[in-house]
T-cell receptor
Framework: DAKTTQPNSMESNEEEPVHLPCNHSTISGTDYIHWYRQLPSQGPEYVIHGLTSNVNNRMASLAIAEDRKSSTLILHRATLRDAAVYYCILSQAGNNRKLIWGLGTSLAVNP | GAGVSQSPSNKVTEKGKDVELRCDPISGHTALYWYRQSLGQGLEFLIYFQGNSAPDKSGLPSDRFSAERTGGSVSTLTIQRTQQEDSAVYLC?????????????FGPGTRLTVL
């Protein structure tokens, strides 16, 4: 199974954009890229997912490199409620049962 | 609507005892997942149910762990003869492939402590 690499921690200031990187150099052509986040003492929460093209939704944007070996989750204006652990995960098309979860990036947001 | 619920929220047990953890998925969700999260770690896949198909049990760490899903809804994860290394947060998630194949909705988890 392809794995992802993320920085252990990042820090941002409130109302500033945040770019969370993820490397997945062994990604296969059919792997989807998912992002989830986990707030303290809560279960993970879906953020966004994509395959090849950049994606936008209410929560964030996902920028996928042309070679798909890396991606970046973009929070356009960080709020204190965005402080969480962000997980970048790969799954095979039609088989998201076995999402391989790494340690994620712990994002701190300063007021 | 109601999200995924899990009970109990916390469970403290003695080594060697059996425990049952319950998950109520979102109504209508045919897929259900169990994960385990040890302190400071990512999630570890345990088992997956999809409709009436045979469950994918490939993530269960030992034969002390079992799970069932009755009537395609509520699921129970059972750990027999608990060990201290079983202490973790057990998370349940559900999804609806007809709505969004790739979105899993998680419950708040059950924190299990084995003394």
């Amino acid at each position: 199974d392809a794995k992802t690499t993320q920085p252990n921690s990042m820090e941002s200031n409130e109302e500033e954009p945040v770019h969370l990187p993820c490397n997945h150099s062994t990604i296969s052509g059919t792997d989807y890229i998912h992002w989830y986040r986990q707030l303290p003492s809560q279960g993970p929460e879906y953020v966004i997912h994509g395959l090849t093209s950049n994606v936008n939704n209410r929560m964030a944007s996902l920028a996928i490199a042309e070679d798909r070996k890396s991606s970046t989750l973009i929070l356009h204006r960080a709020t204190l409620r965005d402080a969480a652990v962000y997980y970048c995960i790969l799954s095979q098309a039609g088989n998201n049962r076995k999402l391989i979860w790494g340690l994620g990036t712990s994002l701190a947001v300063n007021p | 609507g109601a999200g995924v619920s899990q009970s109990p929220s916390n469970k403290v047990t003695e080594k060697g005892k059996d425990v049952e953890l319950r998950c109520d998925p979102i109504s209508g969700h045919t897929a259900l997942y169990w994960y385990r999260q040890s302190l400071g770690q990512g999630l570890e896949f345990l088992i997956y149910f999809q409709g009436n198909s045979a469950p994918d049990k490939s993530g269960l760490p030992s034969d002390r762990f079992s799970a069932e899903r009755t009537g395609g809804s509520v699921s129970t994860l059972t750990i027999q003869r608990t060990q201290q290394e079983d202490s973790a947060v057990y998370l349940c998630a559900s999804s609806s492939p007809t709505v969004s194949l790739y979105t899993q909705y998680f419950g708040p988890g059950t924190r299990l402590t084995v003394l």
